[in-house]
């Protein structure tokens, strides 16, 4: 008695159906992280975009400066007509899974489906080698949302690559009336989601404005003496994207004459630094052992040194930023110190003081933790943009944005300016 045969595997069929699979999940990534990139440019809420990197620095500071999923978010090669680079690429996604159901479905149109579904696949994996490019050797921050695209890109290409195994194809399977109608989906899938993400980004009223207390006072500064617009900047001095913050808004109050920046320390270590009043919260706690508040308190100790110029707390600050790939961690503090060391001001001198933390220098640290402990400062840095207006902040028209992002700064100094322009109640 013959032996039945075995149906043979249709592998094309196996690969519209990973491609489905591949397509819905690449759908479901772009449409969040739409949300996550909508939720920090136009609510000013902290997102996974920060978490990322923060959750990165308890593992090692050297993946804290590798990572940075805000900063590879918010520049200007992740988005096209102002619009995020996600969006197209649910659009992408959406078309892939017609095409993917359309090659599965079988038919006469499956081999048609199957070659535009491999060319999109081509066109999705060589963009994300390029932003990849982009990211490593222009932006020099990776980011582990990306990655998840990328490892999305390269299974939909293998997926597709099954799909059209042995499949009959004629000529007439590149004609252009399915990729038409298809290019024309893809728009409007484009289009239904620019709508709602131009119309409301910029409306006050949606999150970002919110009344504040006053910011204690700081010799930290950098701008104008008379701004028009007041940045206020709570950092860590071992944080990575306060340190890409910190060099923005050098060159950005360089080059507007109307902008100041000020800086409240906020050393995000277990602790609160010895002081007793100050609980941390707890996503806020970065690392145990990261030296933040020996930092902290050497950049006030050498701007309290006898004959200390008024931008010594600066170059400190400056300098302790530059140090973050110092190691070990401990080394660091001899680093920042050794530009400021002298006769007057020896390391026993830089140390006795380290030890003390007393009198007004603790007094001013103490201040700015203790005020962002009641905003609530979960991510560092966190920007306070206030309008001034005859010179006295409005700081019940101030913008919170928590992480850094040079696209959402630049938008709320538009928004402050336009408030500060229009007549007083």
Not at 5 to 25: E, K, Q
Not at 121 to 144: E, H, K, P, Q, R
Not at 207 to 220: M, Q, Y
Request: proline letters at 7%.
């Amino acid at each position: 008695m013959p032996l039945a045969v075995r149906p043979a595997l249709d592998w094309a069929r196996v690969g519209a159906l990973l491609s489905i699979a591949t397509s819905l999940f690449g759908l479901a990534v772009s449409v969040g992280l739409t949300v996550l990139k909508f939720m920090s440019d136009c609510r000013c809420a902290g997102t996974l975009l920060n978490a990322c990197h923060d959750a990165l620095a308890r593992v090692s500071p050297a993946l804290q400066g590798m990572f940075d999923c805000t900063a590879a978010f918010d520049s200007p090669y992740a988005a096209v007509l102002g619009l995020p680079l996600t969006v197209y690429a649910t659009a992408l996604y959406a078309v892939t899974l017609v095409l993917a159901l359309l090659a599965a479905r079988g038919g006469p149109t499956a081999a048609r489906a199957a070659v535009w579904l491999l060319l999109a696949a081509i066109l999705d994996v060589t963009a994300s080698g390029v932003l990849f490019a982009i990211s490593s050797w222009v932006l020099a921050a990776w980011c582990l949302f990306c990655f998840c695209l990328y490892f999305i890109s390269a299974s939909l290409l293998a997926s597709a690559l099954i799909a059209c195994h042995r499949r009959p194809r004629t000529r007439s399977d590149l004609a252009p009336g399915l990729p038409v109608l298809l290019l024309v989906f893809g728009l409007a899938v484009v289009a239904v989601q620019a709508v709602p993400y131009g119309h409301t980004c910029d409306l006050p009223e949606q999150g970002c404005l919110r009344a504040i207390d006053p910011p204690p006072a700081t010799r930290l500064a950098l701008g104008a003496a008379e701004p028009d617009v007041l940045i206020t900047v709570v950092f860590d001095p071992t944080c990575s994207a306060c340190a890409r913050e910190f060099t923005a808004l050098q060159t950005l109050v360089a080059d507007d004459p109307g902008i100041a920046a000020r800086f409240l320390h906020y050393p995000r270590e277990f602790g609160g630094c010895g002081f007793a009043d100050v609980q941390l919260p707890a996503p806020a706690i970065a690392a145990v052992n990261a030296h933040a508040c020996d930092l902290t308190f050497a950049v006030e100790c050498i701007a309290d040194r006898p004959g200390a110029g008024a931008d010594d707390g600066l170059r400190a600050l400056g300098d302790a930023f530059g140090a973050l790939d110092v190691r070990p961690a401990s080394a660091r503090l001899a680093a920042v110190a050794a530009p400021f060391l002298s006769d007057s001001f020896t390391r026993k001198d830089l140390d006795r003081c380290l030890r003390a933390r007393t009198g007004a220098l603790a007094e001013r640290v103490g201040a700015h933790l203790r005020y962002g402990v009641a905003l609530d400062v979960r991510h560092t840095p966190t920007l306070v943009v206030a309008p001034v207006r005859a010179g006295e902040p409005q700081w019940h028209l101030a913008q919170v944005l928590p992480g850094r992002g040079d696209e959402r700064l630049r938008k709320a100094i538009d928004r402050a300016r336009r408030w500060a322009a229009q007549p007083q109640p």
